[in-house]
């Protein structure tokens, strides 16, 4: 018998931790043992998880912290909220994402799929990258999705002002999450910090139903036959605890699988060019 994973005294940063597989993810790692830090932008939904963590794990060792993730300055904000409460980082969790209907502009001018769901985890992980490299082994999970199929990296238009259709550039969105983790796995190789994307499957959440079109259609019809957000967690929990996955750094899976991304997603003068562009957007130095 296989024994249980443990994480005592480990720190884990979940965004988009407040339902869905985000806040599944968090029950499970509190579980094993680690204090798990929830990040969400409305403060009711945000402490609802906690109790939710709660309720599921005795004496679950559960935090929160408050972002906008659309906002670069809340990003910042975010890592030196998490800096002054912790000292150490062993997961770091880019789970957070949207999809819009419409083109939506944010505070700094960004496009605001291609703001939240790309350089927000961008951002924050560059801020955070010192503290997981101090904390190793440790480790960085990207959510992405198998939409990056039908993605395209127009490096003419990233903020998709020529043209816009919100599931094209949310899959974009997910593509360029894969392109990032292969990116981030070159320049940690040789330390103690790995990277990888996962797919989580088509999951039955509330992602999605804020939009109007056909999207939404998709998610009423298709809704009987998705995964539960406690499914849709397995791969992240898995790659975010499992010894099984220790030292493997640069991957995309499903399943608890590694799997070829699109071909696209495995460019990487692509997957450079876009690590260039989006620490110019964010103020990274690159």
Known sequence: MRAETRLDGKVCLITGATGGIGLETAKAL???????????RDPGRTQAAVEAVKQAVAGAQVDTLRADLSSMQSVRALAADFRSRYSRLDVLLNNAGLIIDRRQTTVDG????????????????????????????????????????????????????RSYDGFR?????????????????KRLAGTAVTTNAVHPGVVRTGFGHNTQGFFRWIVKLGAPFMLSAEGGART??????????????GQYFIRRRQRKPSAAAQDDVSAERLWLESARLTGVTP
């Open 30 to 40: 509190g579980r094993m043992g680690a204090t798990v830090v929830l990040v969400g």
């Open 110 to 161: 960004f496009e605001a799929t291609f703001a939240t769901n790309h350089l927000a985890p961008f951002l924050l992980t560059h801020l955070l990258l010192d503290l997981l490299e101090a904390s190793g082994p440790s480790r960085v999970v990207n959510v992405s999705s198998d939409a990056h199929r039908v993605g395209k990296v127009d490096f003419d238009d990233l903020q998709s002002e």
């Open 169 to 185: 550039v949310y899959a974009t969105s997910k593509l360029a999450n894969i392109l990032f983790t292969r990116a981030l796995a």
């Open 236 to 249: 992240s929990i898995y790659l975010s605890s499992s010894p099984e996955v220790e030292g493997v750094s």
